[in-house]
């Protein structure tokens, strides 16, 4: 079946520096992949998408890159912000609308 | 504004009771949407999937007369925690997505916070 593996957390960063959360998936098919974000207390929000391979999807700072030879969509940021903390999951959809995800990284940025 | 929007955003019940959450797709109609449910520090778990006018197909070990689903409209899909107990308690969230295939855009809900007491 699909699978999802995210880098373990928690990460803790200093503000501005570079950020790197590893993801790779196992998937029958060709899956959109996908980065939430969740903030304490909140629900899910859509950071990013890329819907095929070599697509990059990027908003608010962040990238990543659809890489089908290596299976991954490692998500990046050149300077993290104290307003970045929160849990970051790693998502694949396929064609039957299901969501795959991974079991989430907790990143920490301190000023 | 929200696209999928669900509700109660927080719900406290008594054990023993139920409790039911909406989740509705707004300004478009979703034959299927899907149930998450997120335990503590955990990542997000697909309970089932609720197909409009017929019965909700339920991921292995999620069971169905504790979790009913009920899609009786093609923007309305409700569960059901039957009989809630402690352990029941978590946070629930829908999608459904806009369209067909895997790049159509997902649409969460904003989740829902059951405790159950």
């Known amino acids: 079946g699909d699978s999802v593996t995210q880098m373990e957390g928690p990460v803790t960063l200093s503000e501005e520096a570079f950020l790197t959360i590893n993801c790779t998936y196992t998937?029958?098919?060709?899956?959109?992949l996908f980065w939430y974000v969740q903030y304490p207390g909140e629900g899910l929000q859509l950071l990013l998408k890329?819907?095929?391979?070599?697509d990059k999807g990027s908003n608010k700072g962040f990238e990543a890159t659809y890489r089908k030879e290596t299976t991954s969509f490692h998500l990046e940021k050149g300077s993290v912000q104290v307003s970045d903390s929160a849990v970051y999951f790693c998502?694949?959809?396929?064609?039957?609308?299901?969501?795959?995800f991974g079991d989430g990284t907790t990143l920490t940025v301190k000023p | 504004g929200a696209v999928v929007s669900q509700h109660p955003s927080w719900v406290i019940c008594k054990s023993g009771t139920s409790v039911k959450i909406e989740c509705r797709s707004l300004?478009?109609?979703?034959?299927?949407m899907f149930w998450y449910r997120q335990f503590p520090k955990q990542s997000l778990m697909l309970m089932a999937t609720?197909?409009?006018?017929?019965?909700?197909?339920?991921e292995q070990g999620v069971e169905k007369d504790k979790f009913l689903i009920n899609h009786a409209s093609l923007t309305l899909s409700t569960l059901t925690v039957t009989s809630a107990h402690p352990e029941d308690s978590s946070f629930y969230i829908c999608?459904?997505?806009?369209?067909?295939?895997?790049?159509?855009?997902?649409?969460f809900g904003e989740g829902s916070w059951l405790t159950v007491v």
């Open positions: 998937a029958t098919g060709y899956p959109s």
């Open positions: 890329a819907t095929k391979a070599d």
């Open positions: 998502a694949l959809n396929t064609n039957a609308g299901k969501s795959t």
């Open positions: 300004d478009f109609q979703a034959t299927t």
């Open positions: 609720s197909n409009e006018g017929s019965k909700a197909t339920y």
């Open positions: 999608s459904a997505s806009l369209g067909t295939g895997a790049g159509n855009t997902i649409y």
